[in-house]
């Protein structure tokens, strides 16, 4: 069997270092223009060249999306940005309009470019023409099932690369090429500035009576109409693998530290497992279920994979996220008292139990036996948001070890 890449997005240098720890053999992440997620973080110049260092540094390869689709205005600022990322050096770029592919191919021909999702890769002669224009790989539509991913591995050669997502937000628009942002918001998501309008709650109106809003609900709670559940195919690595796709891709460059560890190390761990013995893969199916839950979700779909998504692929009752655990923050160092240091991301206090996850597998239980600022006083909670602090465990930790805190426990 070929072993397939695991793809993991990161919004920030912090999520890019836990990625290469929990598993990841590549990350993709956007710089501060030309990505089609504007509002999440990004990657400064500086934290570019740090996180592709750190990630070299592990054998660990990183991506720079720049797949938004170009106006006029913004062609001579695509050459500016890719002449700084050709002295900068990804591995790849992703890209899916054809004018700023063209531009890559001038100025940082050495770089390899894979094609988006968003340009609608949809059948094999799409593929073929993408790989005679010089594409390394092109990303498959989410529309696409098992079947006509294996049609499309039959009909292109071995040296042009599938990658395709297996796990995270589904768009309601075909290859993500929705209106409904710009028209409501002005912004555009096909400029990178989406606000998610699918997740909004919906009313219908007749024509004939202006004004009087009708309730679209089963319930009274009402109906979310566009809010698709989420992808997740771990339990179904076998197919994948028997689709021939060289990369599996996780969404999310808008996500935490916690839920790329989670989803990271849960596809690591499954597709180590399914390399090493498949019988071993089918035994840990539960195990991979419960970890994957883990991290925030909208309940879970195999999306068009096996067919295509009906009514039960939709969830109407509501449009928020299923959270069983908290996150606290990331180790990183220690202070002059042996305590070990973090940026607090929310509030948790002495005496609580929290978890420890380790990117080699282990979930482990400990109490917080002491904590304090970053001045060495004792303190007994760190209610202030990125306040750097240092707790005690009693054990030892490692660089890069997550804190989380299961929802409904104390605080």
């Not at 660990?60 to 940005?81: C, K, M, W």
């Not at 555009?188 to 007749?206: F, I, L, S």
């Not at 004004?211 to 109906?223: A, C, D, I, Q, S």
């Not at 068009?304 to 990183?332: A, C």
Request: aromatic share 10%.
């Amino acid at each position: 069997m070929k072993k397939p890449e695991l793809l993991i997005p990161a919004s920030s240098l912090e999520v890019l270092k836990t990625a290469v720890l929990f598993g990841a053999d590549a990350v993709y992440i956007g710089g501060e223009a030309f990505s089609l997620r504007a509002k999440s973080k990004n990657f400064s110049k500086e934290d570019m060249i740090e996180g592709i260092a750190f990630a070299h540094a592990h054998g660990v390869r990183v991506f720079v999306t720049a797949n938004i689709l170009a106006h006029n205005s913004d062609l001579e600022g695509v050459r500016t940005y890719f002449s700084e990322l050709k002295k900068i050096g990804p591995d790849a770029l992703i890209i899916s309009d054809p004018g700023v592919f063209t531009i890559a191919r001038e100025i940082c021909p050495e770089i390899e470019i894979h094609i988006s999702t968003q340009a609608n890769n949809t059948n094999y002669m799409t593929y073929l023409f993408w790989h005679r224009m010089g594409a390394k790989r092109v990303v498959s539509a989410r529309e696409l099932s098992i079947d006509e991913i294996k049609e499309i591995r039959k009909n292109i050669p071995d040296t042009l690369e599938i990658e395709s997502f297996v796990h995270g937000a589904m768009c309601i628009s075909y290859s993500g090429r929705c209106l409904l942002s710009s028209y409501f918001t002005g912004r555009d998501a096909n400029q990178g500035a989406c606000t998610h309008p699918c997740r909004w709650k919906y009313a219908v109106m007749e024509e004939s009576r202006p004004g009087e809003y009708l309730p679209v609900e089963e319930n009274e709670r009402g109906t979310y109409i566009f809010n698709s559940k989420d992808l997740c195919m771990i339990e179904h690595i076998p197919e994948l693998f028997d689709a021939g796709i060289d990369s599996f891709k996780i969404e999310g460059r808008m996500k935490t530290a916690l839920y790329v560890a989670v989803v990271a190390r849960t596809y690591r761990q499954a597709i180590d497992d399914y390399m090493k013995d498949p019988k071993l893969y089918q035994s840990r199916i539960p195990y991979y279920q419960e970890e994957i839950s883990k991290c925030t979700y909208r309940q879970f779909t195999t999306g068009f994979f096996f067919g295509k998504p009906n009514h039960d692929t939709q969830i109407y009752d509501s449009n928020t996220y299923v959270k069983e655990y908290t996150y606290l923050g990331l180790i990183d160092g220690q202070n002059a008292h042996g305590y070990y240091g973090l940026e607090q991301k929310n509030k948790f206090s002495v005496g609580e139990t929290i978890e420890v996850m380790k990117p080699t597998g282990e979930n482990l239980s400990v109490q917080v036996l002491g904590m304090m600022d970053d001045e060495g006083n004792t303190i007994e909670s760190c209610p202030h948001p990125k306040q750097r602090i240092f707790v005690d465990l009693g054990i030892s930790l490692n660089d890069g070890d997550l804190l989380r805190k299961k929802e409904g426990e104390e605080s």
